[in-house]
T-cell receptor
């Protein structure tokens, strides 16, 4: 059973399009995240939700809008995609401050 | 400027060699984690250290948290090709809503 699952795993789309990535965790965690990993493998936090409420927004462009319908789901919607948005997006969840569980990643390529 | 700096950035060694990867910061953390990421996968947690000076062992891997809780090291004894991957450290603070910052990563290649 996958603890943190995200879909799609691969996404190729044209500039200007709008796309969504979905994430679900079955660990019963209260906190979920979106991280972006660039071509240099640097992982940077984008958003964090705790019990469906946004608690961290790391100066991410307004084109990125997270939505948490319940504490087991955190989806990421991206409007007007740009070339620079190409990256791997990781969903993650945690219960305590010491442990994060990551999904397998969504490879986004904007052409 | 990154909060956590890892060194070296790249490391290519022969099977059987020992190696140490460092994670340094000017900030004090409540806890520090080490992850390994393989190509096409998400990072997987290896260990969490929370006490200054703490040493944890995971088979051939030894993790140490600095006394001041600002730095950490990962030592691998007798490296094997299966150890190949990207090693990431991440620091977090209690009460900061589980916010973690990741280091720049060390890409390890162990040649048979």
């Amino acid at each position: 059973d996958t603890a943190v699952s995200q879909t799609p795993k691969y996404l190729v789309t044209q500039m200007g399009n709008d796309k969504s990535i979905k994430c679900e965790q079955n660990l019963g965690h209260d906190t979920m995240y979106w991280y972006k990993q660039d071509s240099k493998k640097f992982l940077k936090i984008m958003f964090s939700y705790n019990n469906k409420e946004l608690i961290i927004n790391e100066t991410v462009p307004n084109r990125f809008s997270p939505k948490s319908p319940d504490k087991a789901h955190l989806n990421l919607h991206i409007n007007s995609l740009e070339l620079g948005d190409s990256a791997v997006y990781f969903c993650a969840s945690s219960h305590e401050v010491n442990t994060i569980y990551f999904g397998e990643g969504s490879w986004l390529t904007v052409v | 400027t990154q909060l956590l700096e890892q060194s070296p950035q790249f490391l290519s060694i022969q099977e059987g060699e020992n190696l140490t990867v460092y994670c340094n910061s000017s900030s004090v953390f409540s806890s520090l984690q080490w992850y390994r990421q393989e190509p096409g996968e998400g990072p997987v947690l290896l260990v969490t250290v929370v006490t200054g000076g703490e040493v944890k062992k995971l088979k051939r891997l030894t993790f140490q948290f600095g006394d001041a809780r600002k730095d950490s090291s990962l030592h691998i004894t007798a490296a094997q090709p299966g150890d190949t991957g990207l090693y990431l450290c991440a620091g977090g603070w209690i009460g900061n809503f589980n916010k973690f910052y990741f280091g720049s990563g060390t890409k390890l290649n162990v040649k048979p």
